[in-house]
């Protein structure tokens, strides 16, 4: 398996503008995670899903944040109106279930600037 | 509210020295800890997972061990070289067995040959 992909790797844009981030997880997992890393607060848990469906998006900063899982290999999390105070980094991170074995696997993330 | 904390924030040691990195977390009714590394500019990787019920986790030159009681973990390096130079985190979940994962800021090791 490829591991957890995202894109883009990298995204630079105007305050404003919408953006969208994907993932691809990893086949067989059934939990999908978004987080955001920035230097301030490292890592913070924005959403995550189970069998597509959302269970906990409490982290999700703002109504111009939202997510979707149509189905088991695709996730996108699209920011709208981006805001300068959005830029960080975005990870997907992958599980099967964590009360079994459930490591969690992730993107290499996506790198966002707002201007 | 869990709080996971690692200490200390940087750490700098000479090859072949062994060391530990620290974590500790405020709700000990957790059901696994998982130990991660983020090399710059990169995703994390796993690189231990210790359930409850187990004590301690070993991998190569890395082993981790857990104390629920004392909310505990450590994560040992033996003869460390300059490719453990990474940001190490540890993260366990928001309480018990949720799926929720709660990270702490990392430590930033630097292996200086």
């Known amino acids: 398996d490829a591991g957890v992909i995202q894109s883009p790797r990298h995204e630079v844009t105007e305050m404003g503008q919408e953006v969208t981030l994907r993932c691809k997880p990893i086949s067989g997992h059934d939990y999908l995670f978004w987080y955001r890393q920035t230097m301030m607060r490292g890592l913070e848990l924005l959403i995550y899903?189970?069998?597509?469906?959302?269970?906990?998006d409490s982290g999700m900063p703002e109504d111009r944040f939202s997510a979707k899982m149509p189905n088991a290999s695709f996730s996108t999390l699209k920011i709208q109106p981006s805001e300068p105070r959005d830029s960080a980094v975005y990870f997907c991170?992958?599980?099967?279930?964590?009360?079994?074995?459930?490591?969690?696997?992730f993107g290499e993330g996506s790198r966002l600037t707002v201007l | 509210k869990q709080e996971v904390t690692q200490i200390p924030a940087a750490l700098s040691v000479p090859e072949g020295e062994n060391l530990v990195l620290n974590c500790s977390f405020t709700?000990?009714?957790?059901?696994?800890l998982q130990w991660f590394r983020q090399d710059p500019g990169k995703g994390l990787t796993s690189l231990l997972l210790?359930?409850?019920?187990?004590r301690e986790q070993t991998s190569g030159r890395l082993n981790a061990s857990l104390d629920k009681s004392s909310g505990r973990s450590t994560l040992y390096i033996a003869a460390s070289q300059p490719g453990d130079s990474a940001t190490y985190l540890c993260?366990?979940?928001?309480?018990?067995?949720?799926?929720?994962?709660?990270f702490g800021k990392g430590t930033k090791l630097t292996v200086n040959p």
């Open positions: 709700d000990s009714a957790i059901y696994n």
């Open positions: 210790i359930q409850s019920s187990q």
């Open positions: 991170a992958s599980s099967a279930s964590r009360k079994n074995t459930g490591e969690l696997f």
């Open positions: 993260a366990v979940p928001s309480q018990g067995g949720s799926e929720k994962l709660v």
């Open positions: 899903f189970n069998n597509n469906v959302p269970i906990d």
